[in-house]
């Protein structure tokens, strides 16, 4: 099992067999961790197509794999992962880092409350929220 995170969050994944810097998923594990999906045109998500190099298809797609590791370079989206391949994280690029900050909107999370309740903050979208932080660091 390899474990993937993203900006969704972690994921175990089964990868494929591949090379030292390759990560080969599923069509249904690329787009459950992801958002992006596989279509005729290349890897795409929304209205954002990524497609693949004619000359080096199998670098990118084989055998119904898709190496993920590979797009995420393709689109210059930085990625770690450890020295044994079993942990992968994939980070969103400088400039969609900066178009969220920009846009002042906060990112979605949830938290517990006191009585064990989940409360996402998407779930006051409308309303005003005062969130009040606090570190010992």
Not at 55 to 79: H, K, S
Not at 93 to 110: E, V
Request: hydrophobic share 40%.
């Amino acid at each position: 099992m390899t474990t993937v995170l993203t900006e969704l969050g972690p994921v175990e994944v089964t990868a494929g067999p591949g090379r030292d810097d390759e990560l080969w998923l599923s069509a249904q594990d690329t787009e459950a961790l992801t958002g992006w999906t596989m279509k005729p045109e290349g890897l795409c998500r929304d209205d954002v197509c990524m497609p693949v190099p004619v000359e080096r298809t199998d670098d990118y797609v084989r055998d119904g794999l898709i190496n993920l590791a590979a797009f995420w370079r393709r689109m210059n989206n930085p990625l770690a992962y450890s020295r044994n391949e079993d942990s992968w994280a994939f980070g969103v690029s400088a400039q969609a880092r900066k178009a969220s900050l920009n846009s002042l909107a906060a990112p979605d999370f949830s938290l517990p409350d006191l009585d064990g309740g989940v409360h996402s903050l998407s779930d006051y979208r409308g309303k005003k929220v005062f969130l009040a932080t606090w570190a010992s660091w």
